[in-house]
Nanobody, 117 residues
Framework: QVQLVESGGGLVQAGGSLRLSCAASGSMFTFIFYNMGWYRQAPGKQREMVAALTSAGSTNYTDSVKGRFTISRDNAKKMVYLQINSLKPEDTAVYYC?????????WGQGTQVTVSN
């Protein structure tokens, strides 16, 4: 059983910052072997990849967040973080943590980020 639990979402004014956290757990879950990512889904829209961090340390960001979002991981703590700066109203969405292995793929329950004008 693998669990991903997100936290850190909330209501913030445009231009503000948030730090999302994702705690991974599971007796058969070898965290260091998984590529980790953050996705988001806004109302009426499809879920999209926001940021990804491979097990080897490579990062990838969707164009709309480059320079504002930073993904990081702490393998010892089995944690993934998303630092979000210069928030915009269009960043409003439910943010999901994702763990992608060679065979299996896991999702958290999501955390809401709402950005007001």
């Amino acid at each position: 059983q693998v669990q991903l639990v997100e936290s850190g979402g909330g209501l913030v004014q445009a231009g503000g910052s948030l730090r999302l956290s994702c705690a991974a757990s599971g007796s058969m879950f070898t965290f260091i072997f998984y590529n980790m990512g953050w996705y988001r889904q806004a109302p009426g829209k499809q879920r999209e990849m926001v940021a990804a961090l491979t097990s080897a340390g490579s990062t990838n960001y969707t164009d709309s967040v480059k320079g504002r979002f930073t993904i990081s991981r702490d393998n010892a703590k089995k944690m993934v973080y998303l630092q979000i700066n210069s928030l915009k109203p269009e960043d409003t969405a439910v943010y999901y943590c994702n763990a992608q292995g060679q065979i299996r793929n896991f999702w958290g329950q999501g955390t809401q980020v709402t950005v007001s004008n």
